[in-house]
DNA sequence: CAATTCAATATTGTATACATTTTTTAATCA
DNA sequence: TGATTAAAAAATGTATACAATATTGAATTG
């Protein structure tokens, strides 16, 4: 079924295992998972249709590459959205999903020290996602579910320092927020959260993303 | 291709003249357009992926009937992310979008007086979204187009009074505001038209909605 | 007569075949 | 050699065929 395909290519997404611009090649992708192009060109669609895949008519299928512009954004949107959720989960938010959230947090710190880069990247974006479904508001989840999923590609091309962590510390500060239902609190940390990940990139235009080969020499 | 099937029957949901829980059977559809199933599940999956269209496994498509919750948090989202839009859009409007959103009000007024209610309504939509394309921010018009889009299902469901227009005052309003180039204003009066249009709702819960006869006979 | 079972029918799920387009490779020519 | 063209190969776009599932309706049974 596309859904295992969907999640496998969003994972490897994720975990900047598969980078902006990188073909996908039906035929291929559909030997990897041992089906036919029919449910590839299904899987290919739902990602296009999630920004995260660009189809190119009679091309194929790539990789996003997220432009500087909509790099700014997809920020600009999460500094909207994402303190609103975050404040409805600290007014709802019970022991269960506060358990679940340090688990979470600890899995981060767990595979950032086993050096696992990329797993720690991919749980780091789906706290977010945690943290809306802990809000319990549909709409809105779709809505960070989507903008996190493309800020992984975002970061994959302009993460300004590639060693530095996307520190956690104020995901520890959120829980802390969730821990007393703060609401206000929790919104102004998401906030400043949002803007300190946007002031994390590298936006300056300087070769607007080369990207792929193919595209990079073809002038 | 696709998009003829997706936007006929996107603009066919606009206008109410498909309603929510109508079946699509996928060799009905082809038939309509002309195409091989291929086509008509491509365009059906986009539908779904944008929540205009329900797919049952084995079981196929069919006209989605948002619930009052859906219909709740589709407007408090449209309340916190258009009125930010309005703003954006009242900052960078220029002569060339002014007199492009008259005629877009003047269109709405002409279908009314014509009694083409179904036009009316669906151009009372694309007001919204109009004004996401002058604020220039993709991420947010994919939103809101989004929304307004699901708010159409919403409206076929749960309006309260079927003959009672839905009133372009706070279109008017609007068209002031962004003529002033005011910012402020375009955000509170767009606040309060989002609003209005959700309290225009009967969201009651009664009998969640039977919609289609198979639904609703089915216990 | 109501309920149930089972065959017939219709519909969706998936793979494959063919058409079209793009990309690559080889050959030709200046 | 470098550029251009033509043929070959590879990839995508679409239709169709077949398999699996769901629905319908008639026949059967209590």
Redo the contacts with the bound molecule.
């Keep these: 079924?596309?859904n295992r395909i969907i999640d496998g290519l969003q994972q490897a997404i994720f975990e900047h295992r598969l980078l902006p611009g990188t073909?996908?090649?039906?035929?291929?992708?559909?030997q990897v998972y041992?089906?036919?192009?029919?449910?590839?060109?299904?899987a290919?669609q739902s990602l296009a249709h999630s920004q995260l895949v660009t189809?190119?008519?009679?091309?194929?299928?790539f990789i996003a590459s997220p432009s500087i512009r909509e790099a700014n954004e997809v920020f600009e949107a999460r500094a909207l959205i994402e303190p609103r959720v975050a404040g409805m989960a600290a007014s709802r938010i019970e022991a269960l999903n506060l358990a679940k959230l340090k688990d979470h947090i600890a899995a981060e710190h767990a595979a950032m020290a086993a050096g696992d880069k990329g797993t720690a990247l991919a749980l780091s974006g789906k706290f977010h996602v945690e943290i809306a479904r802990i809000a319990a508001h549909d709409v809105f989840t779709d809505f960070v579910q989507s903008l996190v999923k493309r800020s992984s590609l975002i970061i994959a091309l302009y993460w300004k320092r590639p060693d530095t962590t996307c520190e956690s510390h104020s995901h520890n500060a959120l829980m802390d927020a969730f821990t007393d239902g703060d609401r206000q609190a929790a919104e102004e940390i998401m906030r400043s959260h949002i803007v300190d990940l946007h002031s994390g990139l590298d936006l300056t235009v300087k070769d607007e993303k080369p990207v792929s080969l193919?595209d990079a020499l073809k002038f």
């Design positions: 079924m596309a073909r996908l090649p039906e035929d291929e992708v559909g041992g089906v036919s192009r029919t449910i590839v060109r299904s290919l189809i190119e008519k009679n091309r194929g299928a193919a």
